[in-house]
């Protein structure tokens, strides 16, 4: 009896020094390396001159959808709005700022524009929730001097993009505004169709 | 002149008297969602001013500076950008004196002296460089800097977004960069008319952005606007803006 339990609990050890094991080079990341990380990845596929531009497009998402937690900051955005929207309205919300996120962002950065510039991280700085702001610049090209500021948020030991700020312009304070402003004038359903209208437009466009 | 000054003058007086009180009242009843960073109690009159200047820019500056974006190489932009800023130097030295920042106002005055002569007037920027990097400030930075608060939000006519307080601010700094045209009235509109042209070139991806990405492009502005001059007088350093308000971070729980 003892004899199992023992070896239960070596087993259970084993496991658990076999999980942290892996675990380890994730917790190690932290929020710096992980900008650092996905500045190389992005500056990697933009500068690469044999990619189609659907493929490009493509590996940008996939980038993105790695790094960014859009359903925080879906409802960040939302605010206390949050509810007043129902289950499903929450989803499309969210389905729909990825979306927009994906068109508006993936046609900034494509290689017609993309002048060789680079992405210095300057700095990064522990608020006093626990995210951590990761501060960047752009060297280089038109933009050369922009300020780019990345908040994180950890979740499950990974390190997610909660906020982009731009010029010291956040751009969750700023998408809270304007669907603030949409919901109080038309209301939430009303909000929600002038988001599909937007992202609906911007997808002609692209295409 | 004086006399439009003086009346300029009177038009803010107004404002604020107008204004405030719509403000106070707007703090008080505030919705609880709405950040008060933006109050905009004169929300129907700015957006038919934004929309004034939005057709201005539409019909002439926008179709002026895309043309001289097509035709002008970016090294050629960025150098005219330099001279412009280099140009803008009093602004800058003379926000440095009202904040009592005697190491910016210094920094500001060997950057004016390296650039104009070592950097060809301006449109080369050594001095960066030598580790003069510069400050970033304007009168209504300044005032802002001393505490005093923006005000309403408010669209100028031509001159786009502003508040009271910057209103005052950007008379400051329209004396103080008209030296220009103080040589004689025509250089004065070359270089000022010059410096819009450019500017407006270099913004076109920007704008047609903001433009396409927005839901409310009125609100979008304002936001952005708000949001840029409020950490901007936060900050001591050019690159260290202060976090926004930490509730902004909080996620709302359903109850």
């Known amino acids: 009896m003892i004899f199992t339990k023992s070896m239960m609990t070596n087993s259970r050890l084993a496991i658990a020094l076999w999980a942290s094991l ?29 990619l189609s531009i659907d493929a490009r497009r493509t590996q940008l998402e996939e980038i993105a959808y790695a790094r960014f937690d859009f359903e925080r900051m879906s409802r960040l955005i939302l605010a206390r709005n949050w509810k007043k929207l129902s289950p499903e309205q929450r989803d499309e919300f969210t389905v729909e700022f990825k979306k927009h996120l994906s068109t508006t962002y993936g046609k900034r950065l494509n290689a017609d524009t993309y002048r060789n510039e680079t992405i210095e991280v300057t700095a990064d700085r522990k608020e006093k929730n626990g995210d951590v702001t990761v501060k960047t610049k752009i060297i280089g090209g038109a933009a050369d001097g922009v300020l780019i500021d990345y908040r994180m948020r950890q979740s499950d030991s990974k390190w997610l993009v909660l906020d982009v700020i731009i010029e010291r312009v956040s751009l969750v304070q700023n998408f809270r505004s304007q669907i603030q402003e949409l919901i109080s004038e ?3 359903s009303k909000m929600l169709e002038r988001l599909r209208e937007k992202n609906a437009q911007a997808m002609a466009q692209a295409s | 002149m004086t006399r439009l000054r003086s009346s300029a003058l009177a038009l803010i007086a107004m404002l604020w008297v107008v204004a405030m009180p719509a403000y106070a009242s707007e703090i008080d009843s505030k919705s609880e969602v709405e950040s008060n960073i933006e109050s905009d109690p004169l929300e129907g009159m700015n957006r038919r001013l934004f929309w004034f200047n939005d057709r201005l820019d539409v019909y002439i500056i926008e ?8 035709i002008s190489p970016q090294s050629v932009r960025t150098s005219l950008s330099k001279f412009f800023l280099n140009l803008r130097f009093p602004v800058r030295f003379v926000s440095n004196l009202i904040e009592f920042n005697a190491v910016g106002a210094g920094e500001e005055l060997g950057r004016f002296s390296v650039n104009t002569t070592v950097g060809i007037l301006g449109f080369f920027d050594p001095a ?10 304007d009168v209504g930075l300044a005032l802002g800097r001393w505490g ?8 100028l006519p031509i001159f786009g977004p502003s508040n009271p307080r910057d209103t005052l601010g950007l008379i400051g700094d329209t004396v103080l960069s ?9 250089v004065g509109a070359i270089v000022n008319g010059g410096e819009l042209i450019n500017l407006r070139a270099e913004l076109v991806p920007v704008i047609d952005d903001a433009k396409e990405a ?13 949001q840029n001059r409020r950490a901007r007088v936060l900050s001591e350093n050019p690159d260290e803006a202060e976090p926004i308000e930490d509730d902004l971070y909080e996620i709302y729980d359903d109850e």
């Open chain 2, 128 to 137: 960066t460089g030598w580790g003069l990097e510069g400050t970033d400030t």
């Open chain 2, 148 to 155: 005093m608060p923006p005000g309403p939000y408010l669209i």
């Open chain 2, 214 to 226: 927005s839901f409310d492009y009125y609100v979008f502005v304002r936001n952005a606007y708000a």
């Open chain 2, 178 to 186: 008209s030296g220009p045209s103080l040589i004689s009235p025509a």
């Open chain 1, 186 to 188: 038309s209301g939430v």
């Open chain 1, 22 to 50: 892996i675990a380890l080079p994730v917790c190690a990341e932290d929020a710096r390396t992980v900008v650092t990380q996905t500045m190389d990845d992005v500056v990697k596929v933009l500068s690469s001159p044999d």
């Open chain 2, 63 to 70: 179709p002026v500076g895309k043309g001289w974006r097509w």
